[in-house]
């Protein structure tokens, strides 16, 4: 489920530890996440340095914005849309 559609979902958009699972291949035993940058941190401390930074506010900010592009809008914007090949005929 891509990030948007996530935060979407969760108002406050942060995430408890308690509800990640463990998972022994994601730094901190995937227990220290930012949703809005799609990230796994070492520790608390440094999740909460990230917290502060410029790049994280700049993606909170754009992601209380308006959705995202999506790949069907690009398709159609390049006019890749369904094909029209006009009517059906039926063949005797």
Avoid: I, W
């Avoid at 969760?10 to 949703?35: H, I, R, S, V």
């Avoid at 754009?62 to 890749?80: I, N």
């Amino acid at each position: 489920m891509p990030v948007y559609e996530e935060l979407q979902q969760k108002p406050g958009g942060e995430m408890k530890e308690a509800t990640l699972p463990l998972d022994e291949d994601l730094p901190g035993m995937g227990q220290y996440y930012c949703l809005h940058c799609d990230r796994y941190f070492a520790n608390v401390s440094v999740r909460d340095e990230h917290f502060k930074t410029k790049r994280h506010k700049k993606r909170v900010k754009q992601m209380m914005g308006p959705a995202p592009h999506t790949q069907l809008d690009a398709d159609l914007a390049a006019g890749m849309g369904a094909p029209d090949n006009g009517l059906k005929l039926m063949s005797m």
